[in-house]
Every structure is written in structure tokens, then in C-alpha cells.
Nanobody, 126 residues
């Protein structure tokens, strides 16, 4: 098991940027895929971005492509989500997640993950 703690959320104007961090403890991130998900009020949790265990492959939901970037620093056991050109519809609670099994490649599937952080609120205002 790994404990995940997100940080970096907050209130930002549309067009602005935020950088989310997800720090892990209890188990190394190395060899495990990592993902970011979000849940807006009244909606189901959805996949945002994922990064493979080796860091050489990333995947994004269509609505954030070109605006968000996921990265990882295994030495720090930390995953990041750089969010640029934020839109009102990006408002949500953002969660990071660690894969259940090492070397997982199905990064967009929630079933891939069994460790979740508590979430950090991102609010984009007009």
C-alpha cells in the first residue's frame, strides 16, 4: 500500500495555471503507473492523465490534451500535473492514484488503481 497526498489546488482565473503534486509514502512509485482523476459536482470521477511506470509514455483525456502535462520524479516519490490555460470546466476535486500492479499500461481505467489520495480542490473562476 502507498499513502498519497495531493497538494497545489486552489482558486485560479480562467486562462491561469496550477501545478498539482502528489507525494507518496509507504511504497515506492517506481515500477507503478500513476494517474490523475477528477470529479466535478454532480458528475462521476473521470480520468485526466496517466503516466507509465517507466515515465516514457503518457496519456490524456481529450479535453486536457495540449494544456495539461503529467510527470513523475521517482526519486522524490512524487507525481505532478501541470495545468495551463485552465477553463471553467476544469473545476473539480483532483485525485492522484497509484496502480494496483507493477508495469500496468491501462492507465485510463479506474480499475487499474487501488491507492487514492484524498483529493485537492481546483476552482477556476471567470
Amino acid at each position: 500500500q502507498v499513502q498519497l497526498v495531493e497538494s497545489g489546488g486552489g482558486l485560479v482565473q480562467a486562462g491561469g495555471s496550477l501545478r498539482l503534486s502528489c507525494a507518496g509514502s509507504g511504497r515506492t512509485f517506481r515500477n507503478f503507473g500513476m494517474g490523475w482523476f477528477r470529479q466535478a459536482p454532480g458528475k462521476e470521477r473521470e480520468f485526466v492523465a496517466g503516466i507509465a511506470w517507466h515515465g516514457g509514455s503518457t496519456t490524456y483525456t481529450d479535453s486536457v490534451k495540449g494544456r495539461f502535462t503529467i510527470s513523475r520524479d521517482d526519486a522524490k516519490n512524487t507525481v505532478y500535473l501541470q495545468m495551463n490555460s485552465l477553463k471553467l470546466e476544469d473545476t473539480a476535486v483532483y485525485y492522484c492514484a497509484a496502480a494496483r500492479n507493477p508495469y500496468s499500461e491501462l492507465l485510463a481505467a479506474q480499475s487499474t488503481y487501488n491507492n487514492w489520495g484524498q483529493g485537492t480542490q481546483v476552482t477556476v473562476s471567470s
